[in-house]
């Protein structure tokens, strides 16, 4: 199997897997059958993948005034979207596709950084820290 195919496979299971764990968390989202949802968490990642960069630049000026809280916003209004698009994937309103957002958010970063897949990632060192070594340059450390 060739890695792109590979990386998009596992990109989509974890985006359908979070989108699941949002139906079973939230009432106001909701799916009819398994289709309905795989079609859904793919739609969703291809709007992601598309259409979210032009919302960005669009909405740039809030998302700098709101520090990038406008982001969650946009989450919510392409999930929304994709409720309005997909027939047996019902959203209920802004609000249930805002908290649904956020939960796929935070669960695709938690099986993401997992599964190594996607860009996110966290790093945490042990031993010494910065302030002891002998670099002079300028550092923040907190």
């Known amino acids: 199997m060739p890695l792109r195919l590979k990386k998009f496979l596992q990109s989509w299971i974890?985006?359908?897997?979070?989108?699941?764990?949002?139906?079973?968390?939230?009432?106001?989202?909701?799916?009819?059958?398994?289709?309905?949802?795989?079609?859904?968490?793919?739609?969703?990642?291809?709007l992601n993948a598309f259409v979210r960069p032009f919302l960005i630049v669009l909405a740039l000026p809030l998302l700098i005034f709101t520090l990038g809280l406008f982001y969650f916003v946009i989450n919510?209004?392409?999930?929304?979207?994709?409720?309005?698009?997909?027939?047996?994937?019902?959203?209920?309103g802004f609000w249930w596709a805002f908290g649904g957002a956020l939960i796929i958010s935070v669960i695709s970063l938690v099986l993401n950084f997992l599964t190594g897949t996607g860009d996110s990632r966290i790093e945490?060192?042990?031993?010494?820290?910065?302030?002891?070594?002998d670099d002079n340059g300028p550092v923040i450390d907190v």
């Open 76 to 92: 919510g209004l392409l999930l929304y979207f994709v409720g309005f698009l997909v027939k047996g994937f019902h959203v209920d």
């Open 14 to 46: 974890i985006n359908t897997l979070a989108v699941l764990v949002a139906v079973s968390i939230l009432p106001g989202l909701r799916y009819d059958t398994v289709v309905d949802l795989f079609v859904a968490s793919l739609l969703l990642g291809i």
């Open 124 to 133: 945490i060192r042990r031993g010494r820290s910065r302030r002891d070594s």
